[in-house]
């Protein structure tokens, strides 16, 4: 169960885009640095060389603007306004549309399991749910935007941290008057804090669209078909799942519920659980019960 939302290969894609992306604006504010032209003293005292950048206010002001312009550049967050991003349309789309597919067959198969079964549905519509009936609405455009908004303002975040330490990098180092080598270093080492952060992001960004997404199918469905749903915790079990989260493999809960724990206490943050739906017969049971006990079964081993 070390990745139950199945979306491994989103998340390296877009891992991989994402760290290209910042290497290039590394790579362009090296240039910039490289191309300052200090006047260099050798210092007897402490036997080292002391780099004057003879910079005006002005001249190193323009300097950080360009620096900061290139880490938004290639994250593509310049302005407030979110966008079709890289990683709201190469991935967090894609995840979410995933899902809904996925959430609709289900479903339908679920339904037709337990009608052949002989258990007692009431029924709203006998026909099997057309995807369409899902991905054409206005709740779920409206939920995709609401993923893009999340998405930009996460990626906006890392961005914004990452121009703020690049900055003090760069000011501190002229005042310094280090050299650029070592300029370039210290910017070096903040890079490689936003390669952490923005992978953080990525990790979340995606699971928590194909969570949102199995989620909100859930509920439309339900009110579609008037059945009954809950859905199961399906946590990853690995070495680094936590406690918390590993306690709720297998038991079921109202989509609700499940929406209200994801969102609180930082608990989306790296998570890799996801949720399998379940039908509730009309005394109230659950229909899959051998997919809970199973479930259920994984956990105690976990333990």
Known sequence: MADPTGQQVRRNRARRLAISRLNRAKSQIRTLIMGLNPVITADVVISNQSHDYQLTDFQQEQLILAANQSIESALEVSGDSPSDDWLYSDQVEGAYRQSTLEEVRDFNSNVAAAIVAGTALTLLQSEPIQTENIILSQQYR???RKARIASFAAVKGVSSK???QVSNRISAGIRARVSRTQIISDVSDRFD???SDIRRVIDTEI?????NAKLEATRQISNLT???????HISALSTTTRPNHASRHGIAYTVEQQLSWWDGNANRINCKC???SVLIDDSGDIINKDVQEQF????????
């Open 226 to 232: 008037g059945l009954r749903s809950a859905v199961v």
């Open 162 to 164: 990452a121009s703020a």
């Open 207 to 211: 699971n928590t669209a194909f969570n």
């Open 142 to 144: 409206e939920e995709l």
């Open 193 to 195: 804090v936003a390669k």
């Open 274 to 276: 996801s949720v399998r």
């Open 296 to 303: 259920k079964q994984e956990s105690e081993f976990f333990r």
